[in-house]
Structure formats: structure tokens, C-alpha cells
């Protein structure tokens, strides 16, 4: 399936995780994909796996607009176009208000939120041109609280109501923008999580489905809300969850 041959894709966080699988998503289904991210070494090892030629590894602060604008530059110089914007960098510091930092809450406001902020705005002039669209990577933790992530929860929920407007500003310019909200996924980010396994087994007590995220599970929906069979869809924040937040709460009996 090559839905997005003659495409130009961005994708942020593209050096691991879901942002690494979407990535490799889009490379597989015949996109050209610029990869964004802080470190050179991972951005070149997921680019590896993309076909020769239609990969661009870009080091890339998302928390500095300048960088995003010439993020956006260079895949205009290498590939001529931009059809796709996927904000996916994020970070996720724990602790109740009382214990992170302020430093944590910068750190997460300034990446999570800024840089999908800016990636939208550098991106935007150019979907206009191609018709376009953007996903965004909220999270579960954009819809309801989590626990000892009240840093990180403040920052997805603004995504998440942030996806809605912009579908609303330019849908009738041509463009869609939506958000995924993954629940608990395999990431750099949640190592620790998934090495508890008393831990795992209560998120997969929870998960209607019975076991948590990978990243191909992320990226196949990423690509799906990109892709021409989502063209009447915008404005969503799509749980991609295993079922969690069809559940009131209840344990099951």
C-alpha cells in the first residue's frame, strides 16, 4: 500500500518511539520523510530504514520556532513540498505540583506544547499550497488526569483543544488537522513502566484489549487520519487506547 507516494512528510520526535514508527510508516507507504529530532544518531538510525533517497535527518529544538521554520525550509529545498505535519516530540516529567520543578514545567510546556505550536505555524503556509493536513500526538492524558502528571496533562489537554480549533480556522481553507491520543505506549519514555511488571499487568487488568501500545499501533492510526481514506475527517482526537476510555472505571469482573 503506497498511499503516500509523490508525499512529503514531517515528523518531530522522529528518533524513537512513536514518533520513530511513524516515520517508518509514512517511508514504507512511499512518502519522503524529514525527521526531526535532538539527536543526530537516532534520527539516522530510523532513517536507515527508509527507502535511499527519500529521507532527510534534520537535529531539530521543537521549542524554538526559528529551528521548526527552517525545519520546514530544508524539506521545501530537498522535496519541493509539504503534505504532512506530524507533531510527535514530547516529554512527560512526574510529580505532584509540589515536587516537580519549575524547570519541568518549562521543559514540558516549552516542548509538548510550544513545539506543536510551532510546528503548525511553520508548516501551515505550506499546507495551504498542497492542501494538506497535520496530526498532532496528543495523548490519553489530554482527555482526562493522570496521577502524579499534572505537568503533562496540562500540557495535552491544551493540544487536544488546540487540534479542535485549527480544524475549525482551516478546514474550509482545505486543510485537516487531528490529534491521536495514545494511552500507554513502549517508549523510551516508559521504560521504567514497562520493566514493572505488578505495574503492567494492572494497566492490562484496565485495557479492554489486554495489553498496552507499541509504536506500529500509533503510527498505523497517524497514517490512517493522513491518508485520503480519513478525508472527511478533522477536528478529532482519536483515543487510540485498546478500549481504556470506553470504561467508566470499574474493575473487571
Not at 482526562?144 to 502528571?149: A, V
Not at 516508559?190 to 485495557?207: C, G, K, N, S, V
Not at 499501533?217 to 485520503?228: E, K
Request: glycine share 12%.
Amino acid at each position: 500500500m503506497k498511499r503516500f507516494e509523490d508525499k512529503v512528510v514531517i515528523v518531530t520526535g522522529a528518533g524513537s518511539g512513536i514518533g520513530a514508527g511513524t516515520a517508518l510508516r509514512f517511508g514504507a507507504e512511499g512518502a519522503s520523510v524529514v525527521l526531526a529530532g535532538r539527536t543526530r544518531e537516532k534520527l539516522e538510525k530510523t532513517a536507515a530504514g527508509i527507502p535511499h533517497g527519500k529521507s532527510l535527518a534534520r537535529v531539530t529544538d521543537v521549542a524554538k520556532l526559528t529551528e521548526v521554520e527552517g525545519l520546514v525550509h530544508d524539506a521545501l529545498a530537498a522535496f519541493g513540498r509539504l503534505d504532512v505535519m506530524v507533531n510527535c516530540a514530547g516529554v512527560a516529567p512526574d510529580g505532584r505540583i509540589t515536587e516537580a520543578s519549575v524547570a519541568d514545567w518549562r521543559e514540558v510546556m516549552a516542548i509538548d506544547l510550544d513545539g506543536v505550536f510551532h510546528g503548525c505555524r511553520a508548516a501551515m503556509p505550506e499546507l495551504l499550497k498542497t492542501c494538506g493536513c497535520i496530526v498532532n500526538v496528543s495523548s490519553v492524558s489530554g482527555l482526562g488526569g493522570d496521577w502524579g502528571l499534572s505537568f503533562y496533562n496540562a500540557a495535552k489537554g491544551a493540544v487536544t483543544n488546540f487540534t479542535r480549533a485549527l480544524a475549525m480556522d482551516y478546514g474550509r481553507d482545505g486543510v485537516r488537522v487531528n490529534a491521536v491520543c495514545p494511552s500507554l505506549t513502549r517508549t523510551g519514555l516508559t521504560e521504567d513502566m514497562f520493566a514493572d511488571e505488578a505495574l503492567l499487568a494492572r494497566f492490562h487488568e484496565r485495557i479492554p484489549l489486554g495489553r498496552t501500545a507499541e509504536p506500529d499501533d500509533i503510527a498505523a492510526v497517524i497514517a490512517f487520519l493522513a491518508s485520503d481514506d480519513a478525508r472527511f475527517v478533522t477536528g478529532v482526537n482519536l483515543p487510540v487506547d485498546g478500549g481504556l476510555s470506553a470504561s467508566n472505571g470499574q474493575p473487571p469482573q
